[in-house]
């Protein structure tokens, strides 16, 4: 088996981060963390400001990408506004042990993928769980100002956590399943599910370019049916492709999304609210 180290998965976004000017005096560089999840040692980078803090925090999860990255633009643009941002490893992926989810569900009977997928999503809830635990303990984290976000699958296992009672104050899911959703018949139900079920106001983002604009829609209907605390946005088109509007639309595109969210932030984790 091949091992990568920290520095072979990450050096090299850092040093992007590192090459920009505006980002040179508003972060450190991250710091490689291991938290538990029971019989699990999983793996993250957290991203701190400058100073002692406490200050309010992101958790940001990542995709189904077999290797997640150090998200650059990410933390250069939370980090610039004041906020921590953690990336913790789901199991099998990036630096966490375990079973890569994508070859689970590849190597599984094609009848029984749709499920798998399901079942596969429900139990990596438990860490990103875990990662919520570990964000709340550190000093440095104001525990009262928490928002979980993520893409793709991470927007799906956003949805998936926010049906826990975490204390955290927002949840602002990207393209949730918007790669499954015409190929899982049971995906639809389950995030519909989700949001009736969601425990912190939740801001649902797409782009017009995305794989599939299905997921804003039913789930918009959705939360509007049930008096839910949620809002959606529906954003142009971003590049040319259906993978500009998905990965780098939600990893990159932070000065077309970035004020909505910092203002949704500001609402929800106001300490008057």
């Not at 005096?25 to 490689?32: G, I």
């Not at 991203?47 to 940001?60: C, V, Y």
């Not at 918009?220 to 971003?238: C, D, I, M, Q, V």
Request: hydrophobic fraction near 40%; include cysteine.
């Amino acid at each position: 088996m091949v091992r990568f180290t920290a520095c072979d998965l990450f050096c090299a976004s850092l040093l992007v981060i590192a090459s920009s000017p505006r980002a040179a005096q508003a972060q450190s560089n991250p710091e490689e963390v291991v938290f538990p999840n029971k019989a699990l040692r999983l793996h993250g980078l957290v991203w701190k400001p400058s100073g002692s803090g406490p200050f309010p925090a992101i958790l940001w999860n990542h995709g189904s990408e077999r290797m997640p990255g150090a998200q650059p633009k990410l933390a250069e643009f939370y980090l610039q506004h004041g906020f921590v941002l953690f990336l913790p490893h789901r199991r099998g992926q990036g630096l966490s042990p375990g079973n890569y989810i994508q070859d689970l569900i590849q190597n599984a009977p094609p009848f029984g993928r749709a499920q798998l997928m399901i079942e596969l999503q429900e139990e990596e809830v438990s860490d990103v769980v875990a990662a919520v635990q570990f964000l709340r303990s550190q000093p440095f984290v104001d525990a009262n100002r928490i928002a979980i976000s993520g893409c793709s699958y991470g927007g799906i296992q956003t949805l998936l956590a926010g049906e826990r009672d975490l204390g955290v104050k927002a949840l602002v899911p990207f393209a949730p399943g918007a790669m499954s959703w015409d190929r899982n018949q049971l995906l639809p139900s389950r995030l519909k599910m989700a949001v009736d079920r969601a425990t912190a106001p939740v801001f649902l983002i797409q782009a017009e370019n995305d794989y599939s604009i299905e997921p804003i829609r039913t789930l918009s209907k959705e939360a509007e049916k049930k008096h839910k605390n949620f809002r959606s946005k529906l954003y142009p088109a971003f590049g040319s492709t259906h993978h500009d509007g998905h990965w780098r639309f939600c990893s990159t595109a932070t000065d077309v999304w970035g004020n909505d969210v910092l203002a949704f932030l500001e609402q929800q984790m106001n300490p008057t609210k």
